[in-house]
């Protein structure tokens, strides 16, 4: 079965440092844009960025450019989203989602199941 | 960055009503438009990629249409299974933009 599964739901304190990951199978992994996207609680969604595993090249959105780090460990079929320091706006479902071909620029195709991220002192 | 502009941000109809929802590009993104799926508590599920292809699976009661930067997205008949939140995504250029979301509710 063709699908992406994400890590599970994290509590931190603000400056904390976070990674939380998306594991591909069913597919060949290097070969597809992955990306991830922002849900704030009760707000819509907000593209932040993908990488191409195959040669780890990230695209971010201005937005969170600087913010987040993407990465990808094709060896594994993981994609991950890094934080060094988390702020309390850091709060939200993130989920990450694979482009149906090797195009840059494309839809989302299939999602994962989101992960919620919860800073608060 | 491209901006979309989708309509109305929530909506009430009744069971079997013909529902529409428009979003509109800050300029020509060809047919480069998909639409999304949000159930409550759901990820986004994909439904309508290149402005009217129809993803498998996906009922034949959702349609789009549209091109260059008008878009319609269509429920024929509105069944309660559709409760959700509905959203457009621009893909024509990196950063890719979404709607603001429409709110679909039953009366």
């Known amino acids: 079965e063709v699908q992406l599964v994400q890590s599970g739901a994290e509590v931190k304190k603000p400056g904390e440092s976070l990674r939380i990951s998306c594991k591909g199978s069913g597919y060949s992994f290097s070969n597809h844009w992955i990306g991830w996207v922002r849900q704030m609680p009760g707000k819509g969604l907000e593209w932040m960025g993908i990488?191409?595993?195959?040669?780890?090249?990230?695209r971010y959105s201005p937005s969170f450019q600087g913010q987040v780090t993407i990465s990808a460990d094709k060896s594994i079929g993981t994609a991950y989203l890094h934080w060094r320091s988390l702020k309390a706006s850091d709060t939200a479902m993130y989920y990450c989602?694979?482009?149906?071909?090797?195009?840059?620029?494309?839809?989302?195709?299939?999602w994962g199941q989101g992960t919620l991220v919860t800073v608060s002192s | 960055d491209i901006q979309m502009t989708q309509s109305p941000s929530s909506l009430s109809a009744s069971v079997g009503d013909r529902v529409t929802i428009t979003c509109q590009a800050s300029q020509d993104i060809g047919n480069y438009l998909s639409w999304y799926q949000q159930e409550p508590g759901k990820a986004p599920k994909l439904l309508i990629y290149g402005a009217s292809n129809l993803e498998t699976g996906v009922p034949s009661r959702f349609s789009g249409s549209g091109s260059g930067t008008d878009f319609t997205f269509t429920i024929s008949s509105l069944q309660p299974e559709d409760i959700a939140t509905y959203y457009c995504q621009n893909y024509d250029n990196l950063p890719p933009s979404f709607g603001q979301g429409t709110k679909l509710e039953i009366k």
């Open positions: 990488i191409f595993p195959g040669d780890s090249d990230p």
């Open positions: 989602a694979r482009h149906r071909s090797g195009a840059t620029n494309e839809y989302f195709h299939l």
